[in-house]
């Protein structure tokens, strides 16, 4: 929550703001991968979990320039999200690699995905798609919101593909860094 009031403070630019101040280095999304695959099986052991490239296929390299504390806390937010708001067992595909210009690392489930007036709200502030969940299991509805400014201070995006019986693919898209020139 102090991350978003400071955001508010510097006039929603995410990368002028003070609180979000990045620590920048080349990686690889793949780094994160492992232990986003590691998380899901600690949540719920009962969870089919596959990693794949983006959208299916093999996964690849995915190079970007980023905050890896950072991002690691998005990721952390996506694969809890896929965990506590799907029935148990539901599998979850982790994808990473690059699409055009993008690195590119996503989170999907095949649980019972929302309506499209949710999906455009999901980034909203302490919105949660089901009012009826507690705090404890529902959140604060600040997660995704977090996720959604950190993701664009990187200059990247997320997005969510989703319908009712389709489940949530949440995908994560930096730019690839700028060749290196000798």
């Given amino acids: 929550m102090l991350l978003l009031a400071r955001l508010d403070e510097d ?14 280095a080349p990686m690889d999304l793949r780094t994160l991968v492992a ?6 099986r600690a949540l719920d052991t009962t969870r089919a979990v596959t990693l794949t490239g983006p959208g299916g296929g093999k996964p690849s390299t995915a190079p970007a320039v980023a905050d890896e504390a950072r991002l690691r806390q998005v990721v952390s937010n996506l694969i809890g999200n896929a965990v506590t708001h799907t029935p148990p067992g539901t599998p979850v595909r982790i994808g990473v690699g690059t699409a055009g210009p993008y690195a ?14 949710e999906r ?26 977090i996720a959604q400014a950190l993701v664009t201070a990187h200059g990247g995006r997320i997005t969510l ?13 930096l730019p690839l860094p700028e060749p290196t020139g000798s």
Avoid: K, N, W
Avoid at 35 to 40: K, R
Avoid at 161 to 173: E, K, L, M, S, Y
């Fill in 35 to 40: 232990d986003a695959l590691h998380d899901v």
């Fill in 120 to 145: 455009d709200r999901v980034f909203d502030r302490f919105y949660r798609a089901d009012d009826s969940r507690t705090r404890a299991t529902g959140g604060s509805g600040l997660g995704l919101a």
């Fill in 104 to 117: 590119v690392l996503e989170v999907a489930d095949r649980g019972p995905g929302l309506t499209e007036a």
């Fill in 11 to 24: 006039g929603h630019d995410p990368s002028a703001s003070a609180a979000f101040a990045l620590d920048l």
């Fill in 161 to 173: 593909d989703t319908a009712p019986g389709q489940g949530c693919t949440f995908r994560i898209a």
